[in-house]
Every structure is written in structure tokens, then in C-alpha cells.
């Protein structure tokens, strides 16, 4: 296992309302992502970090922002959280673009009302 | 653009039994990693076997096994002697070597029949 912690590991809040979800590592993996899990749709990558202060786009980053200040943490933020957002948090990390294999979180499942 | 494609929503075996799970992918890439990971109930993703395109032998993993058809972009897993903990949704993914890029298929829930 890479050592991955996701807090919260529940969260309920209200439409309009910010909310920040936390992944720590443990591993000193460079690349770290923020999946969304939506039945039907698999995992889609809303966010990912390549390095302290890298991070770009996914295919889903609307509506959420991301920060890396350190390379064991990686911020999720919904500035204002909308009841689409409402999916289960995936956080995964990597070693390095040539090894393959990501190891995962437990999730955070989000609902927000 | 690159998809995986898992066809199979749901699947049910019976114990002990052998089960095939389909997935194929699109890409102009010629080396990459191929995954399929386990989600049980507890919702954590397990990796269960990874395939690296230039490898033409087939991984396998005690009852874990694949079929990689590179021509046809089909990465099917095999799990033989189905046990009860076997239950779980199913996720095949790819990544091209040296990106960021995974890409995940919709998943395919296995029920295991006592």
C-alpha cells in the first residue's frame, strides 16, 4: 500500500458552501490525482499534480480548484458546492510517468444537499 | 481520442466457476499499461493485474489472468475458481507509458453466486 489518507471520509453540506477534501501520502510519489466516481461514468480525472505548485486540468475541473504546497498533500477545494457534486472523491498517486501502476485512496464520498 | 470500453454492466458466476470479464480500448498509441482494478463494497480500488503492450505474454496472477489481443484492443480478465471475496465492481484502465493519462472504463459488477 502507498500510504494514502483521504479526509474527510464522509461529508454532508449545503448547496453554496465551501468544502476542501485532503489527500496525504506518505510514499514521496511526484504525481497525485483527483478522480470523481459517478455510476455509469467510471473514474474521471478532475485534477492532477506533477510536482510542488504543478497541477492542471482534467476532464471534469469545473467548479473545483486544487493545491500542492507540499509533496504529501494535495487540496481539493468546491469553492461553492452544487448538488452535482455530490460523487464519491477518489485521490491517486503515482511514483513517476513510467511505472504504471496507481495506488488509490479510500475515497470521500461527498453529498451535498 | 482514447476510450476503454467495458460492455458488460453486470456479470454473475457461481462459485468456484470460471468468469470472463471484456474490455477493449481505442488508441494510435504503441506503448502502454493496461490495469484492471477491484472495487469491493469497503470502495477501495485494488489493483488486481497490469499488462505492458510490448509484453506478448499474457500476466497472470494466482486465479487472475488475461487475454491481451493487441490488434484487436481487447484486454479481457479471466478469474478462475470464483470465490465469494471475488464479488466487487471491475475497472479497466489504460495509460500510455510516460503520461499522466489514465483512462478508466465504466466498470462491470461481478456477482458470485453461492
Known sequence: DAGITQSPRHKVTETGTPVTLRCHQTENHRYMYWYRQDPGHGLRLIHYSYGVKDTDKGEVSDGYSV??????????????ATSSQTSVYFCATQAGANTGELFFGEGSRLTVL | AQ???????????????????????????????????????????????????????????????????????????????????????YFCAYSPSGTYKYIFGTGTRLKVLA
Open chain 2, 3 to 89: 476510450t476503454v470500453t467495458q460492455s458488460q454492466p453486470e456479470m454473475s458466476v457461481q462459485e468456484a466457476e470460471t468468469v470472463t470479464l471484456s474490455c477493449t480500448y481505442d488508441t494510435s498509441e504503441s506503448d502502454y499499461y493496461l490495469f484492471w482494478y477491484k472495487q469491493p463494497p469497503s470502495r477501495q480500488m485494488i489493483l488486481v493485474i497490469r499488462q505492458e503492450a510490448y509484453k506478448q505474454q499474457n500476466a497472470t496472477e494466482n486465479r487472475f489472468s488475461v487475454n491481451f489481443q493487441k490488434a484487436a484492443k481487447s484486454f479481457s480478465l479471466k478469474i478462475s475458481d470464483s470465490q465469494l471475496g471475488d464479488a466487487a465492481m
Open chain 1, 67 to 80: 493545491s500542492r504546497s507540499k509533496t504529501e498533500d494535495f487540496l481539493l477545494t468546491l469553492e461553492s
